[in-house]
């Protein structure tokens, strides 16, 4: 019993890392910001679309098969590539693709980069980004060069620590009063919905999963039962964290509002930490978000390079030059700065997350009532979100 209660804990901590990364620093303070004293009906919004959501992609994809860790796995038939593969080979691929390579190299990682260099820069002002970025990369590539032990690295090493870090921000943060907004109850609750959408948790949940759960087929020693209730466990373990640390985030950014205007998104939590706490809390601060984001970073960075390599099964020798590759992409992209990757990626969002919500109910739906509707769900939902966008 203990042991099982022990790797659930190292998974579920390893769940909540690997979601809890640069935009789930940066958009809970943001919708706290913008909500004030209507937080309560905007943290409600974004727990919807920011963990609800995610949490129903990991079920649907546990739902559909056995999660194996890479997109096709040894024998072309890991969960992602299956699961994916109902809309077809090549749309399933070319969805795969879009999909890591906005939590990769051209979206969550180049933001994650972004936003440890946010954290840090009021303890090294003379730091350069390239610097950092060339520092930040090359922590990230070391600890993946051993993607066996990834779990471990988080859940037990790294994700303590983050915790800790935002307890003591968050316990001291909360007090006091809060300056009351303007507005309304629904745009409040739509605030918080549509800030969920650009965490792009939905789009890691089918990623992350199968990384959590191969983790626990080796725990669970050829056991289904106890595979599926380990991975259940990790899954709603990591979604209560998140959902607890969204709320202090959406809290402290509603009691802190009007010192946090003017201030970079990037910026916000450091902000918070000396206002609160004084300036002897910026290494604390600094060190949690980077963590954060460095927890995120290397899953997604081992995720995409493994796409590659399973992209190309004849030339299995790529190995480390797909992992090189993709942090060299990370490093170009992170020049870009967090308000233009921010415009790009919403765009593509308003189309991609309402369909692949719809996907995974209707995945969920086929698995227990035995029809075919996904595929066509999917690609309806795609149209109906295109057309939306077109005519917004």
Same mark, same amino acid.
Request: glycine share 10%; net charge positive.
């Given at each position: %019993?203990?042991?099982?209660?022990?790797?659930?804990?190292?998974?579920?901590?390893?769940?909540?890392?690997?979601?809890?990364?640069?935009? +789930?620093?940066? *958009?809970?303070?943001?919708?706290?910001?913008?909500?004030?004293?209507?937080?309560?009906?905007?943290?409600?919004?974004?727990?919807?679309?920011?963990? *609800?959501?995610?949490?129903?992609?990991? &079920?649907?994809?546990?739902?559909?098969?056995?999660?194996?860790?890479?997109?096709?796995?040894?024998?072309?038939?890991?969960?992602?590539?299956?699961? %994916? +593969?109902?809309?077809?080979?090549?749309?399933?691929?070319?969805?795969?693709?879009?999909?890591?390579?906005?939590?990769?190299?051209?979206?969550?990682?180049?933001?994650?980069?972004?936003?440890?260099?946010?954290?840090?820069?009021?303890?090294?002002?003379?730091?350069?980004?390239?610097? *950092?970025?060339?520092?930040?990369?090359?922590?990230?590539?070391?600890?993946?060069?051993?993607?066996?032990?990834?779990?471990?690295?988080? !859940?037990?090493?790294?994700?303590?620590?983050?915790?800790?870090?935002?307890?003591?921000? /968050?316990?001291? !943060? /909360?007090?006091?009063?809060?300056?009351?907004?303007?507005?309304?109850?629904?745009?409040?609750?739509?605030?918080?919905?549509?800030?969920?959408?650009?965490? %792009?948790?939905?789009?890691?949940?089918?990623?992350?999963? !199968? /990384?959590?759960?191969?983790?626990?087929?080796?725990?669970?020693?050829?056991?289904?039962?106890?595979?599926?209730?380990? =991975?259940?466990?990790?899954?709603?373990?990591?979604?209560?964290?998140?959902?607890?640390?969204?709320?202090?985030?959406?809290?402290?950014?509603?009691?802190?509002?009007?010192?946090?205007?003017? /201030?970079?998104?990037?910026?916000?939590?450091?902000?918070?930490?000396?206002?609160?706490?004084?300036?002897?809390?910026?290494?604390?601060?600094?060190?949690?978000?980077?963590?954060?984001? &460095?927890?995120?970073?290397?899953?997604?960075?081992? #995720?995409?390079?493994?796409?590659?390599?399973?992209?190309?099964?004849?030339?299995?020798?790529? !190995?480390?030059?797909? #992992?090189?590759?993709?942090?060299?992409?990370?490093?170009?992209?992170?020049?870009?700065? *967090?308000?233009? &990757?921010?415009?790009?990626?919403?765009?593509?969002?308003?189309?991609?997350?309402?369909?692949?919500?719809?996907?995974?109910?209707?995945?969920?739906?086929?698995?227990?009532?035995?029809?075919?509707?996904?595929?066509?769900?999917?690609?309806?939902?795609?149209?109906?979100? =295109?057309?939306?966008?077109?005519?917004?």
């Amino acid at each position: %019993m203990f042991k099982r209660l022990s790797i659930i804990t190292t998974a579920g901590f390893a769940v909540f890392s690997m979601f809890f990364g640069s935009g +789930n620093l940066v *958009f809970p303070l943001l919708v706290g910001k913008q909500s004030q004293s209507s937080y309560g009906l905007a943290m409600l919004g974004l727990m919807v679309t920011g963990i *609800f959501v995610p949490l129903l992609g990991m &079920l649907s994809l546990l739902a559909h098969g056995k999660p194996g860790k890479s997109a096709r796995g040894a024998e072309g038939e890991g969960t992602v590539w299956t699961y %994916m +593969n109902t809309l077809g080979r090549r749309p399933a691929w070319l969805l795969m693709f879009v999909i890591l390579g906005l939590l990769g190299p051209f979206g969550v990682c180049p933001r994650c980069i972004l936003v440890a260099y946010g954290g840090l820069k009021p303890l090294y002002p003379q730091l350069s980004l390239s610097l *950092f970025a060339f520092l930040f990369c090359g922590l990230v590539g070391f600890m993946a060069w051993r993607p066996q032990a990834i779990i471990d690295w988080i !859940g037990k090493g790294l994700t303590p620590f983050l915790l800790a870090g935002l307890s003591c921000l /968050v316990f001291f !943060g /909360v007090r006091g009063p809060t300056p009351e907004g303007v507005l309304e109850a629904q745009e409040a609750f739509s605030l918080g919905f549509f800030k969920g959408y650009e965490t %792009m948790d939905l789009l890691a949940a089918f990623f992350f999963s !199968g /990384v959590v759960v191969e983790y626990m087929r080796a725990q669970a020693q050829g056991s289904k039962r106890q595979l599926l209730v380990l =991975s259940l466990g990790a899954s709603v373990l990591g979604a209560l964290l998140l959902g607890l640390v969204y709320w202090g985030l959406v809290a402290l950014g509603a009691k802190h509002a009007l010192v946090l205007e003017g /201030v970079h998104p990037s910026s916000f939590l450091v902000t918070v930490a000396q206002e609160t706490l004084g300036s002897w809390a910026l290494p604390v601060v600094g060190v949690t978000i980077a963590l954060a984001c &460095l927890t995120t970073m290397l899953i997604l960075v081992q #995720l995409f390079a493994q796409f590659v390599i399973d992209s190309f099964p004849k030339r299995r020798s790529l !190995g480390h030059s797909a #992992l090189l590759g993709t942090l060299v992409l990370c490093f170009i992209q992170a020049h870009l700065q *967090f308000d233009r &990757l921010e415009v790009f990626l919403a765009k593509i969002l308003q189309v991609a997350y309402p369909a692949l919500i719809i996907f995974a109910l209707a995945m969920l739906w086929d698995r227990f009532r035995g029809t075919h509707v996904s595929a066509k769900a999917f690609w309806i939902a795609v149209f109906a979100s =295109s057309a939306h966008l077109f005519y917004a």
